[in-house]
């Protein structure tokens, strides 16, 4: 499946798939480490389309995108910091954020970047 999986730069035309897959995700793989009203603040069921795309278009932002099904996203500042790295709740444990992980360590390489960093939830933690 890695394979047939492109690894691209965000796009306008993303974020409604983006938003959908980042809501559901929350919703259903998180749920077991946090309660409902924990859940409703980090994603809550109207997302800020508007604040979402302005950091989305800031960061270093791309999405893995399989036949034109967005699997997973990540996004990464200037200064070192994964703001979001996420798999779609479908299809949790095939390597989706690992492949993106692995294409956003050479970036940083390439930037000249000698670390990167992130504030991984609870139920990240383990990947990370």
């Known amino acids: 499946m890695l394979k047939d999986i492109i690894v691209r730069t965000f796009q306008k035309e993303d974020l409604e798939q983006v938003l959908q897959f980042f809501y559901e995700t929350v919703h259903t793989v998180n749920a077991k480490d946090y309660n ?4 409703q603040a980090w994603a809550p069921n109207r997302l800020d389309r508007e604040s979402w795309l302005k950091s989305l278009e ?68 383990p990947f990370f």
Do not use: C
């Open 36 to 39: 409902e009203l924990q859940l």
């Open 58 to 125: 800031k960061n270093i932002s791309y999405v893995a995108d399989h036949n034109g099904v967005i699997l997973g996203f990540r996004d990464y500042n200037d200064d070192h910091y994964v703001d979001r790295l996420f798999t779609h709740k479908d299809y949790q444990g095939k390597r989706v954020a690992s492949y993106i992980l692995q294409m956003l360590e050479k970036e940083a390489v390439k930037l000249g970047h000698r670390e990167i960093y992130t504030e991984a939830s609870i139920t990240a933690k």
